[in-house]
Structure formats: structure tokens, C-alpha cells
């Protein structure tokens, strides 16, 4: 399968291209095997993209898991284990979801 189009900082040029395998693909890139601890975090997002149109940065994203999934797995240090480097911005990206505002 071929990776549909990225835009210059490797996002999804059209969100409607995205599917599971594109997200393999994706988290594969980020030499990240996804399991069923990375689906919770990414499906999560999605549902917050589709509640507030926006992509959360690191703030907005560990408070909407607090609230949904509960706080071990809001944590920083959870979601840096998931999604080394920028948790936000790679999980964003395997989700599908544009660049969140505020992340390098």
C-alpha cells in the first residue's frame, strides 16, 4: 500500500486519507509498533479532533486522557513510552491529525 500524501512536516495532507493501515504505516516511519495501548491514545484523539476541530498540544492532550481514560495513562512519562521525542506531535501524526499548535 502507498502512503498517501504527507505535507512538508510529514502530517497527512488530506485527513480523510487516513485509516489503520495508514497509521501503520505512519508509526512504522516513527519505528513504532503499534499495540493496543497506542490505539487507546490514538483513538482517543481522533475523538478529541472531532469534538474541538483542533489537534491538542501536550496540556490540552494529557487533560482530555485524564478525563476519558484516566490518569495513568494521562501521564507524560505513559505517553512518552508510547510516542518518544514529542508525544503530541508523533501521536497526532500516526492519528492522522493535523500539526498541533505549540509543538516544535
Not at 502507498?2 to 502530517?11: E, I, S, Y
Not at 513510552?81 to 508523533?90: D, E, H, I, M, W
Request: proline residues 9%.
Amino acid at each position: 500500500m502507498t502512503l498517501p500524501a504527507l505535507d512538508k512536516d510529514g502530517f497527512l495532507a488530506n485527513l480523510h486519507d487516513w485509516n489503520p493501515a495508514v497509521a501503520e504505516q505512519l508509526a512504522g516511519q516513527e519505528n513504532i509498533t503499534l499495540t493496543p495501548a497506542h490505539w487507546e491514545i490514538l483513538h482517543a484523539l481522533r475523538d478529541f479532533y472531532a469534538e474541538f476541530d483542533l489537534s491538542p498540544a501536550m496540556r490540552p492532550l494529557t487533560r482530555y486522557l485524564k478525563e476519558k481514560l484516566g490518569a495513568e495513562k494521562a501521564s507524560s512519562i505513559y505517553l512518552l513510552t508510547l510516542f518518544p521525542g514529542s508525544p503530541a506531535k508523533v501521536a497526532a501524526r500516526i492519528a492522522g491529525l493535523p500539526r498541533p499548535e505549540n509543538c516544535l
